[in-house]
């Protein structure tokens, strides 16, 4: 039982390019969420998914798209890397029954 | 949004100490979570509370969920090495679908 779990880990970006962040769970959670986390400023919700088939904004969405076009998968998009983007990304998901979000392991990004 | 202050933002204690941290929030919360975070991973959950007075023990771990639901504490006894890495709260209100996370304190022990 794998859990959560993303990819790839790490990544490497040139300011402009695109990138697919992939994140996927084995829980049949209803909820997924993506946040990043940046130093002295916690894990700030970038958006987050109640369901499949939809998507809701987070506390920081701008520069992001997500899809959850399978109840197990989340994906995170950036369509025009920054290097303000430059962050570690988890990827969590949690029961309808539960308040219990459970953390992927990251995937720390580098725009350059 | 909704602010949770957690305090101290780091603490480096000699091994066999006890630890004691918090978290505040100028907001009701129904649930609290504790998590730790190892370097180079994801938070892991260590407890949940549910009940305001509550108070729930996982080994050396104790938390506390606050009378008033808008504070939590975590003790860890006798601080081991493995006890290193950052311990974030969480509150979560009840109806909503989001979590609400603490800055996080860094703990470090000394040998």
């Known amino acids: 039982n794998a859990g959560v779990t993303q990819t790839p880990k790490f990544r490497v970006l040139k300011t402009g390019q695109s990138m697919t962040l992939l994140c996927a769970q084995d829980?049949?959670?209803?909820?997924m969420y993506w946040y990043r986390q940046d130093p002295g400023m916690g894990l700030r919700l970038i958006h987050y998914?109640?369901?499949?088939?939809?998507?809701a904004k987070g506390e920081v969405p701008d520069g992001y798209n997500v899809s959850r076009l399978k109840k197990q998968n989340f994906l995170l998009g950036l369509e025009s890397a920054a290097p303000s983007q430059t962050s570690v990304y988890f990827c969590?998901?949690?029961?309808?029954?539960?308040?219990?979000?459970?953390f992927g392991p990251g995937t720390r990004l580098t725009v350059l | 949004g909704q602010q949770l202050n957690q305090s101290p933002q780091s603490m480096f204690i000699q091994e066999g100490e006890d630890v004691s941290m918090n978290c505040t929030s100028s907001s009701i919360f129904n649930t609290w979570l504790w998590y730790k975070q190892d370097p180079g991973e994801g938070p892991v959950l260590l407890i949940a509370?549910?009940?305001?007075?509550e108070l729930t023990s996982n080994g050396r771990l104790t938390a506390q969920f606050g009378i008033t639901r808008k504070d939590s504490f975590l003790n860890i006894s006798a601080s081991i090495p493995s006890d290193v890495g950052i311990y974030f709260c969480?509150?979560?209100?009840?109806?909503?679908?989001?979590?609400?996370f603490g800055t996080g304190t860094q703990l470090k022990v000394e040998l």
């Open positions: 509370l549910y009940k305001a007075g």
């Open positions: 969480a509150g979560h209100t009840g109806g909503g679908n989001k979590l609400t």
């Open positions: 969590a998901a949690r029961g309808a029954s539960t308040d219990t979000q459970y």
């Open positions: 829980m049949n959670h209803e909820y």
């Open positions: 998914s109640v369901g499949e088939g939809t998507t």
